[in-house]
Nanobody, 127 residues
């Protein structure tokens, strides 16, 4: 069983930056693809970014391409989402998710691909 705990959310002005962290425990997480999702009020949860087990592959939603970066530190069991040039439409609860991929390098922004989820951290972009 894998546990994911997000941190780093908060209130930021438009154009500002935040870095989210997701601490992972409970399994050999180097065999897991990690993803970030978000959910705005009244909307479906959507994929933001994902990173493969060895960080050789990443992908991003079109809405955040060029503004967000994803990384992982396998020694610290932590995945990061660096968010720059934030916009009000980036507001929402951000969730970390994990899926077992064994030795495959795999990325996905599809919610159903993931088996383990954190509780989420709130990000609010407002002046």
């Amino acid at each position: 069983q894998l546990q994911c705990v997000e941190s780093g959310g908060g209130l930021v002005q438009p154009g500002g930056s935040l870095r989210l962290s997701c601490a992972v425990s409970g399994e050999t997480w180097e065999h897991y693809t990690m993803g970030w999702f978000r959910q705005a009020p009244g909307k479906e949860r959507e994929g933001v970014s994902s990173i493969s087990r060895s960080a050789n592959f990443t992908n991003f939603a079109d809405s955040v391409q060029g503004r967000f970066t994803i990384s992982r530190d396998n020694a610290k069991n932590t995945v990061y989402l660096q968010m720059n040039s934030l916009k009000p439409e980036d507001t929402g609860i951000y969730y970390c998710a994990a899926t077992y991929t064994g030795v495959r390098e795999y990325v996905s922004l599809v919610r159903a691909s993931y088996d383990y989820w954190g509780q989420g951290t709130q990000v609010t972009v407002s002046s």
